[in-house]
């Protein structure tokens, strides 16, 4: 076992100067300078890189590994960090995956957050359980929970949004503090600023950036203001129009809601259905 450690030791160090640090202290390993150089109860940690967890005092099962990665961990456990500057202010926060030059960069007490890609959820502070995957995705979050982003710069500029779904190039990407919407598709959604509980799929859906509550599918469809159903290929509804539906161009509607109100009927009154008529009397 002995001989194990000192191979791997020395196989380690093949990859640093040849004035680079190793630490073998309280179960913790660390390669490179000052790495758990203010270490005191903290144990079962590896870090490998200079600087990296240069900080840590009492946490425990972290892995660092990159220029300055988790740098900042006073008592953060059970963290992985790879890349240069990953994780770089993380000080409590638990549980975390980053994966990617700075990503995670900015979390500090966050929970749970998984971060793959460049920059991937850069300025999140203490967000919880949220999941980003490619360049720049949730870049800006600072305290959203549960959002999901898999695509270069798909949520890039939420901040405190949360529950939000989006899958595509650039999808959900101006998003800054709405909720509960999911976005399917290249640049799905992507003036969307505020609205909330919107459900997209299709590439180039063109959406208010404040309107909530719509339903729109197909390429290019395009929907205004509140509860509206847009479905087909490069179809929409009037601006200023709420509460209708247009489907295939052939079918629409007015006068209900494609959400249920808490309160109302689940059968809306004056609810109206025309083919080929777009305000149906």
Known sequence: ????????????????????????????????????????????????????????TIGYNNNALGYQSLYSNLEGYCNVAIGSYSMYLNQTGIQNTAIGYKSLYSNMQGQSNVALGYQTMFSITNGIDNTAIGTKALMNGITGDRNTAVGRSALESSVDGYNNNAFGYHALYSLTSGSENTAIGYKSAENLTTGSQYCTLGAYNSLSPSSSYNIVIGYKATSYNDNNIVIGQRIALPQGVSNAMNIGGVLFGTGFYS???????????????????????
Do not use: E, H
């Not at 959400?259 to 008529?277: E, H, L």
């Open 1 to 56: 076992m002995k001989t194990t450690i000192f191979t791997t030791t020395l196989l380690y160090l093949s990859f640093f100067p040849v004035n680079a640090q190793v630490v073998n202290t309280n179960t913790n390993v660390g390669v490179g300078q000052s790495v758990l150089s203010s270490n005191t109860t903290g144990s079962r940690n590896i870090a490998m890189g200079d600087l990296s967890l240069s900080r840590n």
């Open 259 to 281: 959400r249920f109100q808490s309160g109302a009927s689940t059968d809306p009154a004056n609810g109206k259905i025309g083919i080929n008529v777009v305000n149906p009397t």
